[in-house]
């Protein structure tokens, strides 16, 4: 499967390198196990959601309906919600309409990306926070909440900072594992600022299919039976890792990272299993391995047996 003397392709500032590493290794997406992304790994049947409303491709989509399911959801005003094409363009509308802000690294850095950074300013967080998964204390505060992985982590949909003032953006993307499908929101302090976001979006920027996917999906969530899921797998891959003399590094994300483990994500590559270099939060020497299911979990084991020696248990999974 490896090109015979090619390296592994750089890897990209946000994960998602599955597609890259697959025309590198000439095998189709599908055929690669992607970690380096932390979605849903337990998702709907988004390909069967898609089928039954493939007609939606051929009209313009009206994103309102959608704004008040996601407005019930997060116990808000449905005028202070707004749907946007995935969480990203939620962070730069926002960041559009802020200007300035502040970040404390190690962060998401597509903060950074779209904001003029002010130590002064309000503060971007995320929430669990990313790279180390964990959530926010009850009485932390922030000018902008980033919740895409909050609720794989806790069960339910939001933390509810937008009833104290904050700005708070939610991520569909990560529910559905479906980065093809291309739905965030994000609820505001109050209308204004919801229609000052509304006015910046491009027109028809959630196309009508992803409309129509997330209304039906929405119906079908169980987030706390999904949690729960996630939390034992969580625990599965901790076990596994840590079995095999890794220091792991766990808590409620939907992933984990591994400390010390220099040259990983390319061997890992070379075996058709991408994982998540941790260099854009200045740990070089760092991954992160999102949570797979079972039988992706059976495969990155494999993968990773063949990089390194291994630590025998008579409890590995």
């Known amino acids: ?9 750089p890897p990209g500032s946000h994960g998602g390198d599955g597609a890259v590493i697959a025309a590198w290794l000439g095998v189709t997406p599908d055929a690669v196990l992607d970690l380096s992304a932390s979605l849903n790994p337990f998702p709907l049947d988004v390909p069967a959601l ?58 998401f850095s597509l903060y950074r990306r779209h ?56 991520s569909l993307t990560k529910l559905l594992g479906a980065p093809g499908i291309r739905v965030g929101w994000v609820v505001t ?35 706390c039976a999904l949690s729960s899921k996630v939390a034992v797998a969580r625990g599965h891959l901790t076990r596994a890792l840590t079995h095999r003399g890794l220091d792991v590094e766990a808590d409620a994300a939907p992933w984990v990272l591994v400390h010390g483990v220099a040259g990983m994500r390319d061997e890992l590559a070379r075996r058709g299993v991408v994982v998540r270099d941790c260099t854009s939060f200045d740990m070089p020497d760092t991954v992160r391995i999102a949570v797979p299911d079972t039988s992706g979990l059976e495969r990155l084991l494999e993968a990773l047996d063949c990089t390194q020696p291994r630590i025998t248990d008579p409890k590995d999974p």
């Not at 971007?124 to 895409?148: I, K, M, Q, Y």
């Open 1 to 9: 499967m490896t090109p015979v003397g090619a390296d592994v392709p």
């Open 50 to 107: 898609i089928t039954a409303h493939a007609a939606a491709a051929r009209r313009y989509g009206d994103p309102r309906p959608l704004e008040q399911e996601i407005a019930t959801l997060v116990e808000a005003d449905p005028e202070r919600v707004v749907a946007t094409n995935g969480a990203s363009e939620a962070i730069a509308l926002v960041a559009q309409l802020l200007g300035r802000g502040r970040v404390d690294d190690p962060e």
């Open 115 to 170: 904001l003029e950074i002010d130590p002064t300013a309000g503060l971007w967080r995320s929430n669990p926070h990313s790279p180390s998964g964990r959530l926010a204390d009850g009485d932390d505060t922030a000018a902008v909440w980033d919740e895409a992985y909050w609720q794989l982590a806790t069960g339910i949909w939001t933390r509810g900072d937008h009833q104290r003032g904050a700005f708070v953006i939610g």
């Open 189 to 223: 302090p109050d209308a204004d600022a919801a229609a000052r976001i509304r006015r910046a979006r491009p027109e028809w920027s959630v196309s009508a299919l992803a409309i129509d996917v997330a209304l039906d999906a929405l119906h079908d969530l169980d987030l």
